[in-house]
């Protein structure tokens, strides 16, 4: 079993920053890639950004230049740094983490950007 624990969102102004961390806790081995995904009031759950633990990313193309996932493996953590927030961005971002081809999911984190 995994655990995964998001932190860090919040509601902030068009073009303002917040970043997201996501702890995993568990059983941790094999555990690749992690990400983040965000699901926005009447639409479906959607990648943001995937980072494996060899440090390769993924973006999805309406975030790229703005946000920036890491990982640290030693704290078995990852972080989404998310920049140039525009309203469209808003979502409750859950954390994801493959483990064997089975997916964990944190329970979610609204971030919401509005002036």
């Known amino acids: 079993q995994v655990q995964l624990v998001e932190s860090g969102g919040g509601l902030v102004q068009p073009g303002g920053s917040l970043r997201l961390s996501c702890a995993a806790s568990g059983s941790l081995f094999l555990i690749n890639p992690m990400g983040w995904y965000r699901q926005a009031p009447g639409k479906q759950r959607e990648l943001v950004a995937t980072?494996?633990?060899?440090?390769?990313?993924n973006y999805a193309d309406s975030v790229k230049g703005r946000f920036t996932i890491s990982r640290d493996n030693a704290k078995d953590t990852v972080y989404l740094q998310m920049n140039s927030l525009k309203p469209e961005d808003t979502a409750v971002y859950y954390c994801?983490?493959?483990?064997?081809?089975?997916?964990?999911w944190g329970q979610g984190t609204q971030v919401t950007v509005s002036s």
């Open positions: 980072i494996t633990r060899s440090g390769s990313t």
């Open positions: 994801n983490a493959v483990q064997t081809g089975y997916d964990y």
